[in-house]
């Protein structure tokens, strides 16, 4: 027997939701604007209410419970429900939306996209903050649908019917050598590629698409380092005569700030086509459209303008 009755209060559901996004009593008072006391009073109902302790500390973490973690998507859909319900019944205005707004990026993106995003949002929507989030692209539909989080840009996956995707663009590769490399003063040739040594910057184990355009034509290339992020490729790259491929728009902004040069590429590598992904339940959330739009127009502009320092004419059509 429960204790659910006609006078439940549906913000302890809010608390709910925060305490399990941010994993603390501190976190989820920070992000609805109440005092930790606030916080905790809110939680003693809900384990009354539910008959459950729902979250347990470990470490500086309140960990859910299996009840939780059963119902947690439901309530998040709810809440969901109920500010688009809101939001339908009155004009909208982004300078009304108070979130954290989740989003899973790559560290290209957060570089590319953060300074116009949040210039915006500082002037249209000052109490949005955004949340970025390194998130596992298995478990983008998984963290979607509970409501962890908002919002996912990166390469095109494979997901379920349930989650809605937008490609954005198209971001073409680019070879990045130091500067006064050999490769510099003339057009890098598929020869000159495959005899070098390159830095493969992946979270994964085995091919990349490179690799297996290569291995068709019966080539390889050496790896000497594999790594986690562009900037630390770029900075090997810099003192180096290895080669490095990467996304031609990120290229070519940290070759403004380290002694690298950005090329064509020698052979038709495909482009990487950035996508957002969302969960269908807030297709009808003005707030969430709003910024899924905003980060669409932002995206819209990575890359706009920017041309090589050499020619890449017919290489990326």
């Not at 994964?204 to 034509?217: K, S």
Request: contains cysteine.
């Amino acid at each position: 027997m429960n204790n659910f009755d006609n006078r439940l209060d549906l913000n302890l559901f809010r608390v709910l939701d925060a305490i399990h996004a941010n994993g603390s009593i501190s976190g989820a008072a920070r992000a609805l604007h109440l005092t930790q006391p606030a916080i905790s009073h809110s939680l003693a109902r809900l384990r009354d209410m539910f008959g459950d302790q729902l979250f347990v500390r470990q470490g500086n973490r309140m960990v859910a419970t299996e009840r939780v973690r059963g119902i947690i998507a439901d309530v998040r859909r709810s809440l969901h429900g109920l500010y688009a319900a809101v939001e339908t019944a009155t004009d909208f205005s982004p300078a009304r939306l108070s979130m954290d707004f989740k989003v899973a990026l790559r560290d290209v993106l957060e570089s590319a996209t953060f300074s116009p995003l949040i210039r915006q949002l500082a002037s249209e929507a000052p109490g949005v903050c955004v949340v970025s989030r390194r998130v596992a692209r298995e478990i983008f539909e998984k963290e979607l649908a509970s409501g962890s989080l908002d919002l996912a840009i990166d390469r095109k996956i494979k997901v379920g019917p349930h989650i809605r995707q937008k490609t954005l663009l198209r971001e073409p590769n680019a070879v990045v050598v130091r500067q006064g490399h050999a490769l510099s003063s003339r057009k890098i040739t598929q020869a000159d590629y495959v005899a070098a040594t390159h830095v493969l910057v992946t979270h994964i184990e085995g091919m990349e698409p490179i690799d297996y355009i290569l291995a068709e034509q019966g080539q390889g290339r050496k790896v000497g380092l594999r790594c986690q992020h562009f900037f630390a490729a770029c900075k090997v790259i810099a003192e180096t005569d290895w080669v490095l491929t990467m996304p031609r728009t990120y290229a070519l902004e940290l070759s403004a700030v380290l002694a690298v040069d950005v090329l064509a590429a020698p052979l038709a590598i495909p482009p990487i086509d950035l996508v957002m992904y969302w969960h269908a339940a807030r297709d009808e959330d003005q707030g969430h459209r709003w910024m899924r739009d905003l980060f669409a127009e932002v995206m819209s502009k990575y890359g706009g303008g920017a041309s090589l320092s050499k020619d890449i004419s017919a290489v990326h059509d």
